[in-house]
């Protein structure tokens, strides 16, 4: 049973929020082109079921996104106002979030102007196109990205103009949460994920969707520009504190953290995606320096914790997973034992690593709802480990 099929029937006051200029993000855009190139089959009447679909965009990691697909991506984008007509409290917890301050901070620091300078922008960090791809969501207007808000709704959701009207649509007038047939909903679902949403249920795509900004996978941003080498990100407590906003399907409307059973599988999901994303980025290394080191440290940092998870309670999934990672034997240097073995020379043969990673991710995520891993309960982050404050 998942815990998304829960029906509790959304607030009916929908207060209209008027916010200026925000439109939506070029990230979105990118999610959408990753998904049309990493789509894969999918089994649709399980809401458990990992739906590929649309996956999230890899603008950084793919060689090349064209103008073409951006521009297709950028201009479904609705706008966080058009969400926040319904989803009043998900929209005002997202205000109290770092993704949402972004905006009226970023362009001003100086620390992004030094990033921005190093790597040879005049313009504003709002005009520049790389910045936009991480920071801000961005909407299609007057050929370019025009950024309208830090990271919101869509950056995380999807753009929205393909399936807005569909997700909410429970069959017609007659219809709502409680009455939809189990056929409709299949379908509406089915709907969904095929214009790009991502929901709850998609365990993964979620995790892949906040790996691909917060590993930051650009060597010369780092080197050149001096950029952090990616965020010490886990996704349970990344997502628990200021990010959370799980009114919808709270018995009350209450802002409560994941269930337990949840907590564990964001996890493991978040390990695994971890892995992939850090083999992804160091595969992508063409020189030694600060970003080659960053993510051998990240690979290396995550091999570990996915070593602890499987001492704790083994899991096929993540055995498979960590089989296909060539490791350092003990040796003549005990240090490294467990540690990636490869060669500058030959780093990008971990794509392929990277992609037996994502099967295994897939696999795990199709087969389990968490319910048998209380065994790694220890290992979860608490409470006071969330990251920034989640709102009520
Ligand atoms: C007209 C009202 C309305 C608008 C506008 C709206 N939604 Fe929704 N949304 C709903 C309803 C109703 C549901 C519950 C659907 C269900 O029961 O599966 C929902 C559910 C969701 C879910 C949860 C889906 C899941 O299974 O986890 C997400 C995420 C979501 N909406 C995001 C958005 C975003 C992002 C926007 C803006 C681009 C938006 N919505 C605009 C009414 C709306
Ligand atoms: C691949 C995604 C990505 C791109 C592209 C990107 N950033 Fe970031 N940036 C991030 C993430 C994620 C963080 C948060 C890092 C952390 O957790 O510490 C961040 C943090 C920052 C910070 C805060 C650093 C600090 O030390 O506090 C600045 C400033 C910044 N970015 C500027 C820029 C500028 C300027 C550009 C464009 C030249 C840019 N970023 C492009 C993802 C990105
Ligand atoms: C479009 C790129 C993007 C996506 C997708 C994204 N983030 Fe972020 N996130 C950022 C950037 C950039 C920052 C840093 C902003 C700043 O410092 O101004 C950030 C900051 C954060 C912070 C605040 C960090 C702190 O220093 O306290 C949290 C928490 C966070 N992200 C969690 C998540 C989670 C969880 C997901 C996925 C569900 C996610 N993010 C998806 C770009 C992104
Ligand atoms: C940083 C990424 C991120 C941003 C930004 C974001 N969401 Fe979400 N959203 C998520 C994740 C992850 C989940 C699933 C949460 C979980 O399972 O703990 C979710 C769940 C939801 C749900 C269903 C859960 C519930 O109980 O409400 C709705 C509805 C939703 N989001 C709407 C929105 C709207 C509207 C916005 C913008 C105002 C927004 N989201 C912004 C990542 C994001």
Redesign the pocket.
């Known amino acids: 049973m998942h815990r998304f099929e829960s029906k509790h029937p959304m607030k009916k006051t929908c207060t209209s929020i008027v916010l200026g200029p925000y439109f939506c993000?070029a990230?979105?855009a990118m999610l959408i082109i990753a998904c049309i190139i990493g789509g894969a089959a999918m089994a649709l009447a399980d809401p458990n079921i990992e739906h590929n679909s649309a996956s999230?965009f890899d603008f950084a990691i793919l060689p090349q996104v064209s103008q073409d697909d951006v521009k297709a991506s950028l201009s479904k984008i609705s706008g966080a106002n058009a969400c926040g007509e319904c989803h009043a409290s998900e929209f005002a917890a997202w205000k109290q979030?770092?993704?949402f301050?972004?905006w009226s901070?970023?362009h001003r620091?100086a620390k992004a102007k030094e990033i921005a300078k190093k790597m040879g922008y005049t313009k504003g960090i709002k005009r520049n196109d790389l910045c936009l791809?991480?920071?801000?969501?961005s909407r299609w207007k007057d050929e370019a990205a025009k950024p309208f808000a830090?990271?919101s709704c869509e950056?995380?959701h999807g753009p929205a103009q393909d399936w807005i009207d569909v997700h909410k649509d429970y069959g017609g007038k007659e219809f709502n949460i409680d009455n939809e047939t189990a056929e409709h909903k299949t379908t509406r679902l089915e709907a969904c994920d095929k214009a790009g949403m991502l929901r709850s249920a998609q365990v993964y795509r979620?995790?892949k969707?906040?790996y691909?900004?917060?590993t930051v996978p650009n060597e010369s941003l780092v080197n050149v520009g001096g950029h952090p080498a990616g965020?010490a990100?886990e996704?349970v407590?990344?997502?628990q504190?200021?990010?959370r906003h799980n009114y919808f399907y709270s018995p009350d409307q209450k802002n409560r953290q994941a269930t337990a059973d949840r907590r564990r599988l964001l996890f493991v999901v978040g390990h695994l995606t971890d892995l992939e994303f850090s083999l992804r980025a160091l595969a992508k290394a063409e020189k030694k320096g600060k970003y080659l080191s960053a993510m051998m440290r990240r690979v290396n940092n995550v091999l570990k914790k996915l070593d602890k998870i499987q001492s704790a309670h083994s899991i096929s999934q993540v055995a498979t997973a960590l089989t296909a990672v060539p490791r350092r034997e003990a040796g003549d240097k005990p240090q490294h034992a467990g540690k990636l073995k490869i060669s500058l020379s030959s780093l990008t043969s971990l794509i392929d690593v990277a992609d037996a990673v994502s099967q295994a991710t897939k696999a795990f995520a199709n087969q389990h709802d968490g319910s048998d891993l209380a065994a790694i309960d220890s290992l979860l982050p608490i409470v006071a480990d969330y990251?920034?404050v989640a709102q009520n």
């Open positions: 993000s990230f979105v999230s979030s770092t993704h301050a972004t901070t970023m620091n791809t991480c920071h801000y969501t830090g990271v950056s995380c979620i995790a969707n906040c691909t900004c917060h965020s990100f996704l407590a990344w997502s504190g200021e990010v990251r920034g």
